[in-house]
Structure formats: C-alpha cells, structure tokens
C-alpha cells in the first residue's frame, strides 16, 4: 500500500493500492464508474457514479484506476464530524471538473476547502499521456489551464499533465498545497507495482480509497498496513 505523504486533518486509513495488495484488504465496490463527474453519498447499494463520500467512521470507500487519477480528500466539519472523500478522474472527469464537485459537497456540509487534507494517487504521467487535438482543446478550455500543462513528445505528439490540471484546480478552489500528500508515481512506467489500462491491462485495477477512523478500532500507521 502506498501511503500518502502528509499528516491527515481527521483521524483516518488512506492509501493507494499495488498490485501486491489482497483484495480482501480493499473496500467493497459501492461505485460503478462511467467517466463522468457524479459525486455520491456512499451506501450498501452500487451506484454510478465517479465520486464517494462518507461522514460515516468506519465506512471504507474508493475509487478503482488503471491509469486515471484517483483523489483522496478529508477534513473537519462542524460538531465534531469529519469527511472524508474518494474521486475517479481521467481527462473526461479532470475537465468535467470532478475536484470541484467533490470540494463543494464538503463545502456544503459546513467545511471550508482550506481545511482540506488531499492526496492525488499513481495515474499516468506526462511522460506518457500522449493525446489528440481535442483533449488539448479541452484542456486549454479548463478555468485552472495554464501552458506548462502541455509539452511535445518524442514523436511530435502533444503529451498532457493530468494531475497538473487536477493540482492547478486544487488552488483555484482554495486546497492548501501544504496539505498535499500526492504520491506521485506514473502507472504506466511502473509495470512491477502497478496496473496499466495503456500498457495493456485491461481489467485490474487499483484503488485510491479512505476510511474514517472507527472509534472501536485503532487507527494503523503506514507501517502497520
């Protein structure tokens, strides 16, 4: 499990799944994803969506990936409650603006967005995100759009960063970088450790997931999960 690399604002269990991971050690599916930006309230039934949260302690939720960006969000309410969030973003979901869908279901809740703690998961980098001309146009259409978001690559092509665009969001809707802990690895460049949709696999997944501290049980370390 790879753990992100921040201190938590609310007491909780994060992480982000490998291909190490047993799946007895990862959420229940409660989302079935469609590349939108729909953002649920988690429950025992599978809904569509590509967002989940929960002020629940104790309910695991998540998101699956293999190549998008999975975003991990949690803080503190009023009264003593805490939120917690999981967030599926490919290019369709980043320009959909996901992030900003997910920060406005805290913000209604009563939690002010500097509040935050958040995390962006292992997802295709840079290095590899070679796209057409309408994924720039929709890049370049996005509020948070900035031109060092987009390079040329070794053959010629335009290659974009997508969690570049999620981070440049993150500011624009008040997320403190100091309270990033984004593990920052590439799927596809790591084919020991992680799953790859781009480098041919098509059904496995990983998870970005996150679970409210149960009071009724000890909150583990990264080194203890």
């Not at 604002?9 to 291909?19: H, I, K, N």
């Not at 590509?50 to 009264?79: E, M, Q």
């Not at 509020?143 to 010629?156: D, Q, S, Y």
């Amino acid at each position: 499990m790879l753990i992100p690399q921040v201190t938590p604002s609310v007491p909780l269990e994060w992480g982000f799944s490998t291909r190490f991971d047993s799946p007895e050690a990862l959420p229940p599916v409660r989302l079935s994803q469609v590349h939108g930006c729909g953002v649920v309230e988690a429950t025992e039934a599978v809904v569509e969506g590509d967002g989940i949260w929960t002020t629940t302690p104790g309910v695991a939720i998540g998101v699956r990936v293999a190549d998008c960006t999975p975003i991990l969000l949690a803080g503190p309410l009023p009264g003593g409650k805490a939120f917690v969030a999981a967030l599926h973003a490919g290019w369709k979901g980043a320009v959909a603006r996901i992030l900003e869908v997910g920060v406005m279901r805290y913000r209604a809740l009563g939690g002010d967005p500097a509040d935050l703690t958040w995390a962006l998961g292992p997802c295709i980098q840079p290095c590899h995100f070679e796209v057409g001309p309408e994924v720039v146009a929709a890049f370049q259409a996005d509020p948070a759009w900035h031109e060092g978001l987009v390079r040329t690559g070794p053959v010629g092509k335009p290659h974009l960063d997508l969690p570049g665009l999620i981070r440049s969001q993150a500011r624009q809707l008040g997320l403190d970088p100091l309270k990033d802990g984004s593990v920052n690895l590439c799927t596809v460049c790591q084919p020991d450790l992680l799953w790859s949709y781009r480098r041919g696999d098509v059904k496995a997944r990983q998870w970005g997931w996150i679970r409210l501290a149960d009071e009724r049980r000890p909150v583990m370390n990264g080194d203890e999960q």
